[in-house]
């Protein structure tokens, strides 16, 4: 069965492009949003494998939408993968203490995140 997977990300190419590289490339099924809350909305309205969250966005940021999906039984056990410029070390510590699955900075190469995606959540490729 085919793996399904969330992108939040307030920029539109981002979501269109991930999107296209998991589904091309993975075969896995897809669907997006394009701010937190309606991120969080899909999130908990469906059953999901995987979310890829973007950090920094508008309104509702990642580690808004992090703590919401946390509050939820159903989203809390949902991998979530953070997509992100941020990459300092101090950064990396913040999110590995939130108990993200892992961390896409970007830019990313719109050809192989499908790996790493799979890579991070130990699906075979």
């Not at 492009?17 to 897809?30: A, D, K, N």
């Not at 995987?50 to 580690?63: E, N, T």
């Not at 703590?67 to 590995?96: E, G, M, N, W, Y």
């Amino acid at each position: 069965m085919s793996k399904r997977i969330l992108v939040i990300d307030d920029e539109l190419d981002i979501r269109e492009v991930v999107c296209l590289s998991l589904e091309e490339f993975g075969g896995w099924q897809t669907d997006s949003a394009g701010s937190g809350q309606a991120g969080v909305a899909k999130a908990t309205a469906a059953a999901w494998d995987a979310i890829l969250l973007d950090v920094s966005m508008p309104d509702m940021d990642g580690f808004a939408v992090f703590a919401q999906l946390q509050a939820h039984a159903q989203a809390r056990a949902i991998p979530v993968i953070l997509l992100t410029a941020k990459v300092l070390t101090s950064d990396r510590d913040r999110f590995a203490a939130l108990g993200v699955a892992g961390i896409i900075a970007k830019p990313f190469n719109p050809v192989t995140v499908w790996q790493q995606v799979a890579q991070i959540l130990d699906w075979a490729t």
